[in-house]
């Protein structure tokens, strides 16, 4: 198990403050990766290539029923960071509760947070929290048709 990766936010926010001092360009973006599939892969891939370092906020397992239903997550919270732990792409990865990633972003302050395009900069939560610091929100393309919800369909079909 990685869990030199796997950060309490107080642990890493201390990593990002060294990290920005070192003058390294930080990313943040966030999710439930329940089901890791390609179109995750692709987007932390992407996400990654805007900085030097890629931090993951990670929906705990109660915000992932909040936002998708008392039926989800399939995998734990701790399985699902180990999981993302373990990927090249992602340096970091913590678990946060709250509805959204704001206090996330407000003890990290990235550079970059990076989110799919399935959002506006409007339509983002957290906009004006990243603005706040001074940081920039850059949006990814999604890969059409891979999530986690049509995997769980597929499987709940056969």
């Known amino acids: 198990m990685v869990?030199?990766?796997?950060?309490?936010r107080q642990d890493l926010a201390r990593v990002a403050d060294e990290l920005r001092t070192a003058g390294k360009r930080i990313v943040v973006t966030n999710g439930c990766f329940d089901i890791l599939h390609v179109g995750h892969v692709r987007v932390l891939d992407a996400a990654r290539q805007l900085g030097d370092v890629l931090i993951v906020g990670l929906n705990s397992d109660e915000s992932v029923r909040k936002l998708k239903g008392p039926t989800r997550p399939v995998n734990s919270e701790m399985d699902r960071a180990e999981v993302l732990a373990n990927l090249r792409s992602v340096d970091f990865v913590t678990v946060?509760?709250?509805?959204?990633?704001?206090?996330?972003?407000?003890?990290?302050?990235?550079?970059?947070?990076?989110?799919?395009?399935?959002?506006?900069?409007?339509?983002?939560?957290e906009t004006k929290t990243v603005e706040s610091f001074g940081?920039?929100?850059?949006?990814?393309?999604?890969?059409?048709?891979?999530?986690?919800?049509?995997?769980?369909?597929?499987?709940?079909?056969?």
């Open 96 to 125: 946060f509760t709250e509805d959204t990633a704001d206090e996330l972003l407000k003890a990290i302050k990235p550079d970059i947070y990076a989110k799919g395009a399935d959002y506006t900069v409007s339509s983002l939560p």
């Open 3 to 8: 869990t030199s990766r796997i950060l309490a």
């Open 135 to 158: 940081g920039q929100i850059r949006l990814l393309e999604l890969v059409p048709g891979k999530s986690t919800t049509n995997i769980v369909g597929k499987i709940q079909s056969c």
